[in-house]
């Protein structure tokens, strides 16, 4: 179901004046014959809110509801274009917009907490058949052909939130990935046995 008042909630810490700020700095809409990045950030994000299961799915109901699209400054979606841009466009955007609000996350928490809490891990995404197994078979390990998640989570008494992610071929290591992070002083790291590093463990120490 489309409820506006979740989109607000979500919106409120990314205006679009400042979204549309990052993609002229990426030229993202360059050539988006008039289906621009906000247009594929809000139906994305509709996409994650509403658990569609596909492009179908997520063009029959975000059309549905036509009369929210003005308050978002979106517009109806066609499966086909959504699918084009997806496969187009510049990452780069929604990444640099996704470690924005992680930033301002982070900026939260440590200002209600004197002590952060930061829990440490990744998830593998399983990426296997047709279209996949030319660019993910050559990276694949004993247990995952596809690709690999890392999520630092911030936490608190009251909730998780994420404040720094990447992604990676399948094949490689935790630490490796935890070790490019910037460390936070006076933080307490949370993470298993797969961060075995005794030198980065002195760093944070």
């Known amino acids: 179901m489309f409820r506006i008042n979740r989109f607000q909630a979500v919106f409120q810490h ?7 700020r990052i993609v002229a700095q990426h030229g993202a809409d360059k050539h988006s014959k008039g289906f621009s990045c906000w247009h594929q950030l809000v139906a994305m994000v509709y996409a994650q809110l509403s658990n569609a299961s596909s492009l179908r799915t997520l063009e029959a109901g975000f059309n549905a509801a036509v009369g929210s699209h003005y308050h978002l400054g ?34 939260s928490l440590r200002r209600d907490s004197s002590e952060l809490l930061l829990l440490l891990d990744s998830t593998s995404v399983s990426l296997k058949g047709l279209g996949f197994d030319h660019w ?11 690709m690999k998640l890392h999520i630092l989570l911030a936490h608190d008494a009251n909730q998780s939130l994420p404040i720094a992610q990447s992604m990676t071929h399948a094949n490689v290591n935790d630490v490796s990935e935890a070790i490019a992070l910037p460390l936070e002083a006076g933080a307490i790291y949370v993470f298993d046995k797969g961060y075995c590093d005794y030198s980065w463990w002195h760093r944070i120490a």
Not at 75 to 102: N, Y
């Open 14 to 20: 990314l205006p679009k004046q400042t979204f549309d």
């Open 74 to 107: 979106a517009r109806p979606v066609r499966r086909s274009t959504l699918a084009e841009s997806l496969g187009k466009r510049d990452p780069e955007v929604f990444a640099q917009s996704a470690r924005l609000l992680m930033s301002q996350a982070k900026r």
């Open 136 to 146: 993910t078979s050559a990276t694949r390990n004993s247990r995952t052909q596809g």
